[in-house]
T-cell receptor, first 113, second 113 residues
Framework: AQSVTQPDIHITVSEGASLELRCNYS??????LFWYVQSPGQGLQLLLK??????LVQGIKGFEAEFKRSQSSFNLRKPSVHWSDAAEYFC???????????FGAGTRLFVKA | NAGVTQTPKFQVLKTGQSMTLQCAQD?????MSWYRQDPGMGLRLIHY???????DQGEVPNGYNVSRSTTEDFPLRLLSAAPSQTSVYFC????????????FGPGTRLTVT
């Protein structure tokens, strides 16, 4: 069955520290991969996406993600976290040639001063 | 562009009442979706549409109806509200090119008592 797993329900990091949020997917073929961010009380906003090509993709707000086919992973990273990055982050996949997107359960990021 | 708009922002219903959640987009996207967001479960697809006049069920369609008479509008109808439908509802639109990136509305928080 197709699925997206975000193993960390919540993560706390200090401001200025580095961040890595994990995402693993189970899919028949390499899908389109996305990371979305949801600030409190808001809708979701796209951070970055992977379709093909370079496996390290850059997104908005200084985020990047690396696609690793052998591990079926698409982890999100940021070198230095800011207090404004506190939010919930969702990994998502969509099939090539189709659009029904599957979302992970989300990881809530807390940033401490 | 207003993007994706949803009304109302908040709604309280009694069990058995019916109502319609409105969604509109002004980006001429062919695909539109309704999701519900519940704690720890990410976003689950309720219904979706691949164009005017074409709708289909998602993962959790029971108790909801949709229609798509125009490209812009995609209302979600709750036929007889139940407490299990208490949730936050998001509408999203997307297009095939490039790769079904989704644009989300701000959400409707629904409470059924």
């Amino acid at each position: 069955a197709q699925s997206v797993t975000q193993p960390d329900i919540h993560i706390t990091v200090s401001e200025g520290a580095s961040l890595e949020l994990r995402c693993n997917y189970s899919y028949g073929a390499t899908p389109y991969l996305f990371w979305y961010v949801q600030s409190p009380g808001q809708g979701l906003q796209l951070l970055l996406k992977y379709f093909s090509g370079d496996t390290l993709v850059q997104g908005i707000k200084g985020f990047e993600a690396e696609f690793k086919r052998s591990q079926s992973s698409f982890n999100l990273r940021k070198p230095s976290v800011h207090w404004s990055d506190a939010a919930e982050y969702f990994c998502a996949v969509a099939p090539r040639g189709g659009f029904k997107t599957i979302f992970g359960a989300g990881t809530r990021l807390f940033v401490k001063a | 562009n207003a993007g994706v708009t949803q009304t109302p922002k908040f709604q309280v219903l009694k069990t058995g009442q019916s109502m319609t959640l409105q969604c509109a987009q002004d980006m001429n996207h062919e695909y539109m979706s309704w999701y519900r967001q519940d704690p720890g479960m990410g976003l689950r697809l309720i219904h979706y549409s691949v164009g005017a006049g074409i709708t289909d069920q998602g993962e959790v369609p029971n108790g909801y109806n949709v229609s798509r008479s125009t490209t812009e509008d995609f209302p979600l109808r709750l036929l007889s509200a139940a407490p299990s439908q208490t949730s936050v509802y998001f509408c999203a639109s997307s297009r095939e090119d490039p790769g079904y990136e989704q644009y989300f509305g701000p959400g409707t928080r629904l409470t059924v008592t």
